[in-house]
């Protein structure tokens, strides 16, 4: 559920001319192209109509179900489709106030968006699905996405060693994953020259980011999916889902990216 306020679903349905049913010029195809290019959400489906079949209540709904950061995407994506329409100064000033609503949704969760390019580069369909499973449930189900966040570094930890064809055992835990990638990579705080310039702060963040695995590892065993618990237990909230995600994505991002960089 996003956090939209009244006033701010006024503001947007103004700009969007969501009055009539409809939002901004869109089609019903191109209007489902856009959701699924950005969000990978059919909005047509069964899942949006509780308010309606028009595309305003659509989105109505989109904005009821959906977490921020996945609304403030779509929003950014229909006021730049709002631009290319004819306007007048006092809508532009309408649209600015928009884009704000839009980033004040966006600044509450991690950027999910360079790391859902790095799996279009490589194909990879099932880091794509976890990325989505993440972003969807920050706000719904942090348990989910503890469970999710740990699995997410074991695929890229895969994805990575099958691409520089190195072995591993396909029953290795985490830890294990980790260090053989980043043995792979010489990203081992040892491989860092003791005469380099900041090499004693470098090889401290090497080896506090190596730490993040293992402590997703135990956090899911604690309180995320994969475990069965007590039925009294008490889980996580969104903030410490919002944590877990940007600490796998912090980790998994500067594995790609070393991936990318070092032969």
Same mark, same amino acid.
């Given at each position: 559920?996003?956090?939209?306020?009244?006033?701010?679903?006024?503001?947007?349905?103004?700009?969007?001319?969501?009055?009539?049913?409809?939002?901004?010029?869109?089609?019903?195809?191109?209007?489902?192209?856009?959701?699924?290019?950005?969000?990978?959400?059919?909005?047509?489906?069964?899942?949006?109509?509780?308010?309606?079949?028009?595309?305003?209540?659509?989105?109505?709904?989109?904005?009821?179900?959906?977490?921020?950061?996945? @609304?403030?995407?779509?929003?950014?994506?229909?006021?730049?489709?709002?631009?290319?329409?004819?306007?007048?100064?006092?809508?532009?000033?309408?649209?600015?106030?928009?884009? !704000?609503?839009? =980033?004040?949704?966006?600044?509450?969760?991690? =950027?999910?968006?360079?790391?859902?390019?790095?799996?279009?580069?490589?194909?990879?369909?099932?880091?794509? !699905?976890?990325?989505?499973?993440?972003?969807?449930?920050?706000?719904?189900?942090?348990?989910?996405?503890?469970?999710?966040?740990?699995?997410?570094?074991?695929?890229?930890?895969?994805?990575?060693?099958?691409?520089?064809?190195?072995?591993?055992?396909?029953?290795?835990?985490?830890?294990?994953?980790?260090?053989?990638?980043?043995?792979?990579?010489?990203? @081992?705080?040892?491989? @860092?020259? !003791?005469?380099?310039?900041?090499?004693?702060?470098?090889?401290?963040?090497?080896?506090?980011?190596?730490?993040?695995?293992?402590?997703?590892?135990?956090?899911?065993?604690?309180?995320?999916?994969?475990?069965?618990?007590?039925?009294?237990?008490?889980?996580?909230?969104?903030?410490?889902?919002?944590?877990?995600?940007?600490?796998?994505?912090?980790?998994?991002?500067?594995?790609? =990216?070393?991936?990318? !960089?070092?032969?």
């Amino acid at each position: 559920m996003s956090s939209l306020s009244a006033v701010e679903k006024r503001q947007l349905e103004k700009l969007f001319g969501m009055s009539s049913g409809y939002v901004l010029n869109f089609s019903n195809s191109t209007f489902a192209d856009l959701f699924i290019d950005v969000a990978g959400i059919d909005i047509h489906s069964e899942s949006y109509i509780a308010r309606g079949a028009s595309k305003a209540n659509k989105l109505r709904e989109f904005w009821r179900r959906e977490p921020d950061p996945l @609304v403030g995407k779509i929003l950014l994506a229909l006021i730049e489709q709002w631009t290319l329409l004819p306007s007048n100064p006092e809508d532009r000033a309408q649209a600015d106030r928009c884009k !704000e609503i839009a =980033d004040r949704l966006l600044s509450g969760g991690p =950027d999910f968006i360079p790391l859902k390019e790095t799996a279009n580069e490589y194909n990879a369909d099932y880091l794509a !699905e976890q990325i989505k499973r993440i972003e969807k449930s920050i706000d719904t189900d942090p348990a989910l996405v503890i469970g999710t966040a740990k699995e997410l570094i074991e695929t890229c930890c895969k994805t990575i060693l099958n691409e520089r064809k190195v072995s591993f055992e396909g029953t290795a835990n985490i830890s294990t994953l980790t260090k053989t990638v980043y043995k792979a990579l010489k990203l @081992v705080p040892e491989g @860092v020259p !003791e005469n380099a310039k900041g090499a004693k702060t470098i090889k401290i963040l090497l080896s506090n980011l190596a730490t993040i695995p293992q402590g997703l590892a135990e956090l899911r065993g604690l309180y995320g999916t994969g475990h069965g618990k007590d039925g009294k237990a008490k889980g996580l909230t969104p903030r410490h889902a919002k944590l877990a995600a940007g600490a796998a994505i912090t980790v998994v991002s500067f594995l790609f =990216d070393s991936h990318k !960089e070092i032969i």
